[in-house]
Nanobody, 123 residues
Framework: QVQLVESGGGLVQAGGPLKLSCAAS????????MGWFRQAPGKEREFVVA????????DYADSVKGRFTISRDNAKNTVYLQMNSLKPEDTAIYYC????????????????WGQGTQVTVSS
């Protein structure tokens, strides 16, 4: 199995950038496709973006297309989420997750989850 730890969250002004990292330990990250999800207060968890094990394919939620970019460095066992042009509605706890599927957009397809990192976007 794999353990995931997110970092990089914080407070940022609207329009600004923020980069999240997800560091994996245990089993090699290259075993898994990876995803980012988020959950805002009072709302259900939602899919943000996913990437295949080798980075060859990505899948973005419409709400973040053109603003967010996922990448991975399997040698460093780390996945990244570059977030640009942030909006107040992006405020949420962001979670990274690992899946044995080729690529997945539903939470139930992910077996391993990090503890989350808070992102707050002020207007």
């Amino acid at each position: 199995q794999v353990q995931l730890v997110e970092s990089g969250g914080g407070l940022v002004q609207a329009g600004g950038p923020l980069k999240l990292s997800c560091a994996a330990s245990g089993r090699a990250l290259s075993t898994y496709s990876m995803g980012w999800f988020r959950q805002a207060p009072g709302k259900e968890r939602e899919f943000v973006v996913a990437i295949t094990w080798n980075g060859g394919r990505t899948d973005y939620a419409d709400s973040v297309k053109g603003r967010f970019t996922i990448s991975r460095d399997n040698a460093k066992n780390t996945v990244y989420l570059q977030m640009n042009s942030l909006k107040p509605e992006d405020t949420a706890i962001y979670y990274c997750a690992a899946s044995l599927r080729n690529i997945a957009t539903h939470g139930w397809d992910y077996a391993y989850w990090g503890q989350g990192t808070q992102v707050t976007v002020s207007s």
